[in-house]
């Protein structure tokens, strides 16, 4: 196994030894980037960097001019309403009639510091709406930033692996956990952050139906809007539209990015939309801690205020003019983001060519849709190991295994970064694998 490896064995075993990281699969997503970062410097070779999940894409061209000119005009100097610019608001709320088909008023929509701060904002708020409801409910695979969030809060949280669940069988798995009452939300990425699956109608249904039942909210966090591109959801006001929670309950808070539909991540800037029912429900005990019993209030001027006092002025008109150009048809994101599907129908295939398998590969019946992350193993292999062995092939990913999945094989790729003048380099590393295994 010693012989033979893109990249010398000495080389990656000073920097492993010299790192004090003990397990490559337990470390963050950060580490295992300055971990890379290391081995490129001593070895001179590049990676294959599939561990963190940046857009690879220029921004939307929109925004930045309207960006621009905002800054020209001044914005900077100004502190924004928090509750976010009236066009952005706007823009929001038809973006979400146009392409999920929920009506939503402009006041239940809310720009944040990326949709990290609208989870964020959400989960302090929803955690005091009842003293007796004190717990999250994670459906993982799941970011695990969204789990840190709830540490640095001291708040609680219980997760379970949807691997195993899927289809009529959630429905009795996540009853298991609200029926209990310290369940306050749901939340789930869709599609799915590690795995790609999504979750179907049916599934969809029966969360919602749950939400309505036990009176809990769905946080659906949309971070990869409209990418599982086995529909086209680009037309604005026709179907086929996101899927969407929303359709099932009235007990919904969506979670909009801008940085992986629109790239446009490093201005961090996304949106917390609550449905109307939610933005108006009131509850006492939020009182002591928010001054209103008014959630939509509490969110803006209690958690919003504390946070950050509001989103970036620049930023917000930004994102009103990528929105206006969806809305009006204008726009075609998707155009932009089938990339990252292309690139992930052939690495997937360079994958399983070399023996690997797709660990998450179904939704139901239906493979999997190509994305922005795709999940592998190899037999024999933990995540651990193979995460490990890929440092000597020049491959680098993360495990499952902090996402929350149950899966101990599994490994996260994210095509974002990989440029097609790679996938020759990746064929080579994966044949090379192979043969020595
Ligand atoms: C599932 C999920 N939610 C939220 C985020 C954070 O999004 P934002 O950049 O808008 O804060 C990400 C980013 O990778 C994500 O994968």
């Given at each position: 196994m010693k012989q033979n490896t893109p990249i010398p064995h000495e080389i990656v075993d000073e920097v492993l030894s010299k790192s004090g990281i003990k397990s490559v699969g337990k470390a963050s997503i950060r580490e295992v980037k300055r971990l890379i970062n290391e081995i490129e410097a001593a070895s001179g070779e590049k990676f294959v960097r599939m561990e963190m999940g940046i857009p690879g894409l220029p921004p939307c061209k929109l925004g930045v001019d309207a960006q621009i000119e905002a800054l020209k005009n001044g914005c900077a100097s100004i502190y924004p309403d928090i509750e976010g610019i009236p066009e952005l608001k706007s823009e929001m709320a038809r973006f979400v009639k146009n392409f999920i088909d929920l009506d939503v008023n402009p006041e239940c929509c809310i720009p944040t510091v990326g949709s990290m701060m609208g989870g964020m904002a959400g989960f302090m708020t929803f955690a005091r709406t009842r003293k007796e409801r004190d717990t999250t409910l994670f459906i993982d695979p799941g970011f695990p930033v969204q789990k840190q969030q709830h540490r640095v809060l001291g708040l609680k949280y219980e997760t379970f692996d949807v691997y195993d669940f899927r289809g009529e069988k959630l429905r009795d798995k996540l009853e298991s956990y609200l029926?209990?009452?310290?369940?306050?939300s749901v939340i789930y990425s869709n599609p799915n952050n590690p795995s790609w699956i999504c979750l179907t109608e049916q599934e969809l249904q029966i969360i919602g139906e749950l939400a309505t039942k036990y009176d809990i909210c769905v946080f659906e966090d949309l971070a990869y809007f409209g990418m599982d591109l086995r529909k086209n959801i680009s037309k604005p006001g026709v179907p086929p539209y996101q899927a969407s929670v929303g359709k099932y309950t009235e007990n919904y808070a969506l979670l909009i990015s801008g940085s992986k539909a629109f790239s446009y991540?490093?201005?961090r800037i996304g949106m917390l939309v609550l449905s109307n029912h939610l933005y108006h429900k009131e509850f006492d005990d939020l009182v002591p801690f928010f001054?209103?019993?008014q959630l939509g209030r509490a969110i803006i001027y209690g958690a919003v205020y504390a946070i950050?006092?509001?989103?970036?002025h620049s930023a917000q008109y930004a994102l009103a003019a990528i929105l206006k150009g969806c809305n009006d048809g204008t726009y075609n994101y998707i155009d932009d983001i089938k990339e990252y599907a292309e690139k992930a129908a052939i690495m997937k295939r360079l994958f399983t060519d070399n023996g690997f398998y797709i660990?998450?590969?179904?939704d139901i019946d239906q493979p999997v849709s190509d994305g922005f992350y795709f999940t592998i193993a190899y037999p024999g292999m933990t995540s651990d190991e193979l995460l490990t062995e890929f440092m000597y092939y020049g491959i680098s990913a993360i495990s499952l295994g902090i996402t929350g999945s149950e899966r101990t094989d599994g490994i996260r790729s994210c095509?974002?970064?990989?440029?097609?003048?790679?996938f020759p380099v990746l064929e080579k590393r994966l044949q090379i694998f192979k043969n020595n295994h």
């Amino acid at each position: 196994m010693k012989q033979n490896t893109p990249i010398p064995h000495e080389i990656v075993d000073e920097v492993l030894s010299k790192s004090g990281i003990k397990s490559v699969g337990k470390a963050s997503i950060r580490e295992v980037k300055r971990l890379i970062n290391e081995i490129e410097a001593a070895s001179g070779e590049k990676f294959v960097r599939m561990e963190m999940g940046i857009p690879g894409l220029p921004p939307c061209k929109l925004g930045v001019d309207a960006q621009i000119e905002a800054l020209k005009n001044g914005c900077a100097s100004i502190y924004p309403d928090i509750e976010g610019i009236p066009e952005l608001k706007s823009e929001m709320a038809r973006f979400v009639k146009n392409f999920i088909d929920l009506d939503v008023n402009p006041e239940c929509c809310i720009p944040t510091v990326g949709s990290m701060m609208g989870g964020m904002a959400g989960f302090m708020t929803f955690a005091r709406t009842r003293k007796e409801r004190d717990t999250t409910l994670f459906i993982d695979p799941g970011f695990p930033v969204q789990k840190q969030q709830h540490r640095v809060l001291g708040l609680k949280y219980e997760t379970f692996d949807v691997y195993d669940f899927r289809g009529e069988k959630l429905r009795d798995k996540l009853e298991s956990y609200l029926k209990k009452g310290n369940i306050h939300s749901v939340i789930y990425s869709n599609p799915n952050n590690p795995s790609w699956i999504c979750l179907t109608e049916q599934e969809l249904q029966i969360i919602g139906e749950l939400a309505t039942k036990y009176d809990i909210c769905v946080f659906e966090d949309l971070a990869y809007f409209g990418m599982d591109l086995r529909k086209n959801i680009s037309k604005p006001g026709v179907p086929p539209y996101q899927a969407s929670v929303g359709k099932y309950t009235e007990n919904y808070a969506l979670l909009i990015s801008g940085s992986k539909a629109f790239s446009y991540a490093g201005e961090r800037i996304g949106m917390l939309v609550l449905s109307n029912h939610l933005y108006h429900k009131e509850f006492d005990d939020l009182v002591p801690f928010f001054g209103t019993k008014q959630l939509g209030r509490a969110i803006i001027y209690g958690a919003v205020y504390a946070i950050s006092s509001g989103t970036a002025h620049s930023a917000q008109y930004a994102l009103a003019a990528i929105l206006k150009g969806c809305n009006d048809g204008t726009y075609n994101y998707i155009d932009d983001i089938k990339e990252y599907a292309e690139k992930a129908a052939i690495m997937k295939r360079l994958f399983t060519d070399n023996g690997f398998y797709i660990v998450y590969d179904k939704d139901i019946d239906q493979p999997v849709s190509d994305g922005f992350y795709f999940t592998i193993a190899y037999p024999g292999m933990t995540s651990d190991e193979l995460l490990t062995e890929f440092m000597y092939y020049g491959i680098s990913a993360i495990s499952l295994g902090i996402t929350g999945s149950e899966r101990t094989d599994g490994i996260r790729s994210c095509v974002s970064l990989v440029p097609r003048s790679m996938f020759p380099v990746l064929e080579k590393r994966l044949q090379i694998f192979k043969n020595n295994h």
